[in-house]
């Protein structure tokens, strides 16, 4: 039996989610609420003790990073080839995107999330100078993404969908909790100068649905009630 751990509010999380779900896979699903502080609980960090979501577990065999284990569930399940093709050339198109993912997309877009949003909902300490220097480096990957992932084919590795749409667009996806953020641009604001994301990001959500909205309604629900508190915020000062 295959396991996976996850939270809907960890965008990774959803993307394995989503991939199961589309692909209609037998796998099991366990949340693990982070906020709540179940990746620090003794029992979550013996299996896993990287402590981090999401996290996939088949027997004793133990396998953290969502990268990782979208690659291999792809690999083990028998998935239609575009999601994690067989071909060492296309293969190499998505496991580029997949390596550039970490260090751009998810550096940037959870970093401006964390301290716009989530680390202070949280009371956690932020840094709106970690917030503004992530809020740069993501206009730099939303412009490389218009500029050279999509500059040619309507998917990052080309004409299918593939894992790391997956990946990217559930990342992205986070960032409509700006809509209730204290200060800053919101989500449509951000994206207005980078029409091909836009239009892309569509295009994986249409291709995955009705598990894309499914999978996605706990967090923008979560958005919703960030942006009835900011406007209800700026309505007290009127």
């Given at each position: 039996?295959t396991?996976?751990?996850?939270?809907?509010?960890?965008?990774?999380?959803?993307?394995?989610?989503?991939?199961?779900?589309?692909?209609?896979?037998?796998?099991?699903?366990?949340?693990?609420?982070?906020?709540?502080?179940?990746?620090?609980?003794?029992?979550?960090?013996?299996?896993?003790?990287?402590?981090?979501?999401?996290?996939?577990?088949?027997?004793?065999?133990?396998l953290?990073?969502?990268?990782?284990?979208?690659?291999?569930?792809?690999?083990?399940?028998?998935?239609?080839?575009?999601?994690?093709?067989?071909?060492?050339?296309?293969?190499?198109?998505?496991?580029?995107?997949?390596?550039?993912?970490?260090?751009?997309?998810?550096?940037h877009?959870?970093?401006?999330?964390?301290?716009?949003?989530?680390?202070k909902?949280?009371?956690?300490?932020?840094?709106?100078?970690?917030?503004?220097?992530?809020?740069?480096?993501?206009?730099?990957?939303?412009?490389?993404?218009?500029?050279?992932?999509?500059?040619?084919?309507?998917?990052?590795?080309?004409?299918?969908?593939?894992?790391?749409?997956?990946?990217?667009?559930?990342?992205?996806?986070?960032?409509?909790?700006?809509d209730?953020?204290?200060?800053?641009?919101?989500?449509?604001?951000?994206?207005?100068?980078?029409?091909?994301?836009?239009?892309?990001?569509?295009?994986?959500?249409?291709?995955?649905?009705?598990?894309?909205?499914?999978v996605?309604?706990?967090?923008?629900?979560?958005?919703?009630?960030?942006?009835?508190?900011?406007?209800?915020?700026?309505?007290?000062?009127?």
């Amino acid at each position: 039996m295959t396991t996976l751990y996850i939270d809907m509010m960890s965008q990774p999380s959803r993307a394995c989610v989503i991939f199961c779900r589309v692909n209609n896979l037998n796998v099991e699903e366990k949340v693990v609420n982070i906020a709540k502080g179940g990746t620090r609980s003794d029992e979550y960090r013996q299996m896993n003790p990287l402590g981090k979501l999401p996290c996939l577990q088949e027997s004793d065999f133990i396998l953290p990073e969502s990268a990782s284990i979208l690659r291999y569930i792809a690999t083990t399940k028998g998935t239609p080839d575009h999601w994690y093709p067989r071909d060492p050339q296309q293969c190499a198109k998505v496991n580029s995107a997949l390596d550039w993912y970490h260090g751009n997309v998810r550096l940037h877009a959870a970093g401006l999330s964390w301290h716009r949003v989530i680390g202070k909902n949280m009371k956690q300490p932020v840094s709106e100078g970690q917030a503004k220097a992530h809020m740069t480096g993501l206009q730099t990957t939303l412009q490389t993404l218009e500029q050279y992932w999509l500059a040619h084919s309507p998917f990052l590795a080309g004409n299918d969908i593939s894992v790391a749409d997956l990946l990217y667009c559930c990342e992205l996806d986070q960032l409509c909790l700006l809509d209730g953020a204290e200060q800053g641009p919101t989500m449509t604001e951000l994206f207005k100068p980078f029409p091909k994301t836009q239009e892309w990001m569509v295009r994986v959500a249409e291709s995955t649905e009705p598990h894309w909205t499914t999978v996605s309604s706990f967090l923008h629900k979560v958005a919703q009630r960030g942006k009835e508190r900011k406007l209800k915020a700026s309505q007290a000062k009127l």
